[in-house]
């Protein structure tokens, strides 16, 4: 019986604490690969949101219903701005986008859709999503924008990526968690049983110490008879919150450099950032823009109307002042290379019409004077 009554009683402990909730769970991860994600995306959906999209008819811009849908009101929902940021979210985290225009003349990005590939024939898309909306008729290929990100899906790449990067940053996570750790034990030998009384009143002291230890500098929790608390915490060595930071900052950088986004720029370091932004503006975003103008010019205008010179302009945004480029404007209209209009269209003005602006001038330091020059 000695023996039966110990097994008993073990059991009859086990029971009591898997009745009890003794550890709580206050571990809020931090979503790394999201957050490196979205950073990277939003860094350039940003960029691309501030072109301005011209249609250009030779050397005239023209401004109809097609230049306003483009550049400040694309659908009855979105600004210009909002809905470009969701045509480069949406091609570079889903490697594609589409877009369509609406009966009303609205343009709008497809959240989800059905391709069907032809060999000779033009593609269809069906089963057209926008919002809780779904399509019921297909649309073919010469009546939508269908954009390619020409890569892979971010996400997969991005997982096996993180695979490593997030054992690592989770691991050093939980070490500084440890850190500075609050431990501590409940006797609970004098209360063994089933009594569910007994088990609600041990559950609310040990609910008061969590509460107490957690919220407030200075904790007093009154022990009740038959409950006894024991601090068995203990100063751990741990990384430092700077290791976590590293360890974010590598896959950042990783990701960047998959989307050709120099990490100085990325993580905004301010020294010497011309030649990065640079480097970001050519390898990163003119690609971008290539892409997008090819689809429009290809989808919005035939083949003879290209050739003639109507065509879509897209003028990214400017990281350098006019005040910078100053001289150099000076010195290629006094050298004849540019005229006045040339100029102002290479800094993103509109031309205008000014017999002035559209002379070349040659100043008479770039002259040859073939007479010898001054008299002797």
Known sequence: MGFLGNILKRN?????????????????????????????????????????????????????????????????????????????????????????????????????FTRVKYAVYGDVFKDVIIKDHEFKRSFKREDVLYLEYSNEKLTPLLDGLYKDYGE?????????????????????????????????????????????????????????????????????????????????DGFLKQVARALNIPPALILGEMADIEKPTRNYMLFCIDPFIKSIGDEFNGQLFTRTEYFNGKKMDIRRPSYRDIFDVAAAVDKLRASGVANGNDLRDKLGWEEVDNPILERYYITKNYTDDLEGGENE
């Open 12 to 112: 009859s402990e086990i029971d009591l604490m898997l009745d009890i909730n003794l550890i709580e769970d206050t571990s809020n991860r931090i979503q790394m690969k999201k957050l490196a994600i979205q950073t990277c995306i939003n860094f350039i959906s940003r960029t691309i949101s501030m072109s301005e999209f011209r249609i250009r008819d030779g050397d005239k811009s023209l401004k109809g219903e097609l230049y306003y849908r483009l550049n400040v009101r694309p659908n009855i929902n979105q600004s210009a701005a909002t809905f470009w940021q969701q045509v480069i979210y949406k091609l570079i985290y889903d490697n594609e986008c589409l877009i369509i225009q609406s009966d009303t003349q609205d343009l709008l990005v497809a959240d989800s």
């Open 168 to 248: 690592l940053f989770g691991r050093i996570v939980d070490a500084q968690k440890r850190k500075n750790q609050i431990r501590g034990t409940v006797d609970v030998n004098d209360v063994l049983g089933k009594d569910p009384k007994t088990t609600e009143r041990l559950q609310t002291f040990i609910d008061k110490l969590y509460n107490a230890f957690s919220k407030k500098d200075i904790a007093v929790v009154p022990q009740q008879k038959g409950f006894a608390y024991q601090e068995h915490s203990k100063e751990t060595k741990a990384q430092s919150v700077e290791e976590v930071d590293k360890v974010a």
